[in-house]
């Protein structure tokens, strides 16, 4: 089962990154046109995605593999580069991202004018998307390489 979840862990990534270029794409070109239920459905989409992806990290970042419960005893965290990056980085850039794309989803909610929904939408998952690439352990990543694709 810890297999299948890092899969879909892992798979979840292009999931998310595909659904933030749209929905950043959508926003930004309908500036200036009603918010509809296809831009609130496709929000939808990213956020299921998203809060599944952390529903998995969580349980990862405790239980898993590289998570707490097996960090040997006595390691420095904070100086070791590949547990700062599983323990810290990976989970608190990530979930920052998730916490703006959960802001810029509730946009839709809100009582203000429809382009003032796109535009804040546009801009919180543009930071997230950012802090979602900063925070994924690429393959060209030195240290914490992982592979692009689930189980390669
Ligand atoms: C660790 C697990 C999770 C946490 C901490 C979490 C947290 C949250 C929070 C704080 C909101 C607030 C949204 C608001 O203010 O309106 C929210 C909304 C939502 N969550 Fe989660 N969530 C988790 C897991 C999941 C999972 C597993 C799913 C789906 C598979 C999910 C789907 C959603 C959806 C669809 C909404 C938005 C509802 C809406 O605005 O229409 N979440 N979640
Ligand atoms: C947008 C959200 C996230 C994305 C796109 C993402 C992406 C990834 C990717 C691509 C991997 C490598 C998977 C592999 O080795 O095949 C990974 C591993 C991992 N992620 Fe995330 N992640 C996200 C959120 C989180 C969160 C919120 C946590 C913790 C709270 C977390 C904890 C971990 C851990 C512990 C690993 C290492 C698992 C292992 O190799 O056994 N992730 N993540």
Do not use: C
Not at 17 to 31: G, P, Q, T
Not at 123 to 128: D, E, H, K, S, Y
């Amino acid at each position: 089962m810890e297999t299948g979840l890092l899969h879909l862990h892992n798979l979840l990534r292009w999931v998310i990154i595909i659904l933030l270029l749209v929905n950043i794409f959508r926003h930004f070109s309908a500036a200036n046109k009603p918010y509809t239920a296809g831009d609130k459905k496709l929000g939808l989409f990213l956020m299921i995605a998203a809060h599944t992806t952390l529903l998995i990290g969580l349980y990862q970042v405790i239980f898993g593999r590289f998570g707490w419960v097996h960090v040997p005893e006595g390691t420095p965290i904070m100086k070791d580069k590949f547990w700062r990056f599983f323990l810290i980085e990976h989970p608190v850039g990530m979930l920052i991202a998730i916490v703006l794309i959960t802001i810029g989803k509730g946009v839709a909610k809100k009582s203000i004018p429809d382009a003032a929904k796109h535009k804040k939408a546009a801009i919180l998952f543009t930071i997230a998307f950012i802090f979602i690439l900063a925070s994924v352990p690429w393959p060209f990543r030195e240290g914490i390489a992982r592979p692009l694709f689930p189980g390669m």
